[in-house]
């Protein structure tokens, strides 16, 4: 098997599941019952800028909450994936739609219900404190935890080896 980071050069989109991956997985509960969350911005930083680099990202999750698709309007993500009942489907849709193989696809998710999906893209990545099950076939395991960075270093490595991490364009983008 070849060495992760020669993988890593492959890779050409990035799915992302929320809870755990994005958050630490703590959710509040505001009194009108929605589920609120806390989100790293050096993670935000990163997936603004790859979308602003061309690349597709996702992200797939089994929650629901509606509070999380303006913060990943924001940075440019349009395919966000709530409530899904089949990751695997809303993977596959997402490759499809922009024409790319699953194998040129980074997935990161931290629990049982993200393993299909990792199990079917080719750069399946967790962060450090994902279950052990998802640790057992990632191909990456971050030494970030969820909502602490993670998605930023996988980001941040895929950029530094196609040679688009603070380059003269780069080093001058904004955050959203």
């Known amino acids: 098997m070849a060495n992760f980071k020669q993988d890593l050069r492959g890779v050409k989109a990035f799915a992302f599941d929320i809870d755990g991956v994005f958050t630490d997985g703590s959710v509040f509960i505001h009194p009108s019952g929605e589920m ?22 996702a992200v797939i999750s089994g929650g629901r909450g509606d509070s999380m698709r303006p913060r990943f309007n924001s940075l440019g993500v349009t395919d966000i994936y709530l409530g899904s009942h089949d990751k695997v489907d809303d993977f596959m849709d997402f ?6 193989k699953p194998e040129e696809v980074l997935f990161m998710g931290d629990d049982i219900p993200d393993m299909a999906v990792m199990q079917k893209a080719g750069m399946p990545t967790c962060p450090a ?14 030494d970030r935890k969820g909502g602490e960075g993670c998605v930023r270093d996988v980001i941040e490595q895929v950029l ?17």
């Open 36 to 57: 609120l969350r806390t989100q790293n911005v050096k993670d935000g930083y990163a997936v603004q800028l790859a979308v602003k680099l061309g690349f597709p990202v």
């Open 95 to 100: 490759c499809f739609k922009y024409d790319l």
């Open 129 to 142: 404190d994902a279950a052990p099950e998802v640790k057992a076939i990632a191909r990456y395991i971050s």
């Open 160 to 176: 530094r080896l196609n040679d688009k991490w603070l380059t003269n364009t780069t080093r001058n983008v904004q955050s959203l």
